[in-house]
């Protein structure tokens, strides 16, 4: 069974970093591109980050370029995702999913609050 | 970047009706697109992909359409577990971006 767990989520202070991990079980996830997904509670679903199966090619949107690192182990079938300089507009909760035309399998995310 | 423009933003139906939302892109995107249904506390699962391939497991009363700049999700004939909030996907170029989203309600 394909399992995706992320974890990290926490209360950070603006201008802080947390780095989230993403644990992948059930599938190889060195065969697979990856994603980060966030969601405000009660919002929509926003696209932040795609990294290709070995980690040589990484996109990031506007919103995050710069602040966030994407990373992977595939020797440990783990995903990270580093956010530094936080802001109040990135709490969220933070999805990980697989797949290259679109996400197949998600996770069911862990919450980024950005507070003061 | 490519706008998804999906409507209607919520709906209210009944066990049985026959449903359908629409997803409008800026600019075309082949067949470059998937429907994805949240329940809440939930991660979202994907339910047809490349526009009208239904996810396996998916029941057929699901159905997608479309090419080009409309796209549409139907479901035939709505049942209990389908209450729920539905997103579209555009991955024909980055950023990827999803449509506002859908929330099924119960009339």
């Known amino acids: 069974e394909v399992q995706l767990v992320e974890s990290g989520g926490g209360l950070v202070q603006p201008g802080g970093s947390l780095r989230l991990s993403c644990a992948a079980s059930g599938f190889t996830s060195a065969n697979y591109w990856m994603h980060w997904v966030r969601q405000v509670p009660g919002k929509g679903l926003v696209w932040v980050s795609r990294i290709n199966n070995d980690g040589s090619d990484i996109v990031y949107a506007d919103s995050v370029k710069g602040r966030f690192t994407v990373s992977r182990d595939n020797t440990k079938n783990t995903l990270y995702l580093q956010m530094n300089s936080l802001r109040a507009e990135d709490t969220a909760v933070y999805h990980c999913a697989r797949g290259s035309r679109g996400p197949d399998y998600w996770g069911q995310g862990t919450l980024v609050t950005v507070a003061s | ?107």
Do not use: H
């Open chain 2, 1 to 107: 970047d490519i706008q998804m423009t999906q409507s209607p933003s919520s709906l209210s139906a009944s066990v049985g009706d026959r449903v359908t939302i629409t997803c409008r892109a800026s600019q075309g995107i082949r067949n470059d697109l998937n429907w994805y249904q949240q329940k809440p506390g939930k991660a979202p699962k994907r339910l047809i992909y490349t526009v009208s391939t239904l996810q396996s497991g998916v029941p057929s009363r699901f159905s997608g359409s479309g090419s080009g700049t409309e796209f549409t999700l139907t479901i035939s004939s709505l049942q209990p577990e389908d209450f729920a909030t539905y997103y579209c996907l555009q991955f024909n170029s980055y950023p990827w971006t999803f449509g506002q989203g859908t929330k099924v309600e119960i009339k």
